[in-house]
């Protein structure tokens, strides 16, 4: 297949997805990067997850306001993230919700998004140890491919005892 080709082929619309860790950070970079070569139209959200019960009224409307001016600053910071690394942000989104992997998956359906680009490992929350990490979320129930960013050099995570495969020559120690 020749570059134009290829080129034709590639998805257009790119959505990052971020939440100020540093495997997020690694995602903006390669998505700025790959902006820079490519002709792609970049977009990149913030999800700002709130418990139920801070969005239900906790909160004063000025300590709100202040926590949502806080992340504004975060995904300030990413799309500045994309652009020192040579790409071009069409748009930067905002949204809060009670679990981002929904919010962005959501997201990506109203874009049309023809890629989801996040990092391995996210913020964790005692909540998200419960549930799972984001990037699992997402790329579960993407409408479109998901490019999962990871440092090189990282161990990769151990399969879960019940995913493990077994060696069909082994006898069952039953």
Same mark, same amino acid.
């Given at each position: 297949?020749?570059?134009?080709?290829?080129?034709?082929?590639?998805?257009?619309?790119?959505?990052?997805?971020?939440?100020? /860790?540093?495997?997020?950070?690694?995602?903006?970079?390669?998505?700025? =990067?790959?902006?820079?070569? +490519?002709?792609?139209?970049?977009?990149? +959200?913030?999800?700002?997850?709130?418990?139920?019960?801070?969005?239900?009224?906790?909160?004063?409307?000025?300590? =709100?306001?202040?926590?949502?001016?806080?992340? %504004?600053?975060?995904?300030?910071?990413?799309? %500045?993230?994309?652009?020192? /690394?040579?790409?071009?942000?069409?748009?930067?989104?905002?949204?809060?919700?009670?679990?981002?992997?929904?919010?962005? +998956?959501?997201?990506?359906?109203?874009?049309?998004?023809?890629?989801?680009?996040?990092?391995?490992?996210?913020?964790? /929350?005692?909540?998200?140890?419960?549930?799972?990490?984001? /990037?699992?979320?997402?790329?579960?129930?993407?409408?479109?491919?998901?490019?999962?960013?990871?440092?090189?050099?990282?161990?990769?995570?151990? %399969?879960?005892?019940?995913?493990?495969?077994?060696?069909?020559?082994?006898?069952?120690?039953?």
């Amino acid at each position: 297949m020749r570059r134009a080709e290829l080129m034709e082929t590639f998805p257009q619309k790119i959505l990052v997805a971020a939440d100020g /860790s540093s495997d997020s950070v690694l995602a903006l970079q390669m998505a700025g =990067l790959l902006a820079a070569k +490519v002709d792609v139209e970049l977009h990149v +959200v913030y999800v700002a997850v709130l418990s139920p019960w801070v969005m239900t009224g906790t909160l004063s409307d000025k300590e =709100l306001q202040k926590v949502k001016q806080q992340q %504004q600053r975060v995904l300030d910071e990413q799309v %500045q993230t994309v652009e020192k /690394s040579g790409g071009q942000v069409a748009e930067a989104h905002f949204r809060t919700g009670h679990r981002a992997d929904e919010e962005v +998956v959501k997201l990506a359906r109203e874009l049309g998004a023809e890629m989801i680009i996040v990092g391995s490992r996210g913020r964790r /929350s005692f909540d998200q140890a419960l549930v799972g990490r984001d /990037s699992d979320g997402i790329v579960r129930y993407a409408p479109c491919p998901v490019l999962v960013a990871r440092p090189a050099g990282r161990p990769k995570p151990k %399969q879960p005892r019940n995913e493990k495969s077994r060696n069909p020559r082994r006898s069952n120690p039953r």
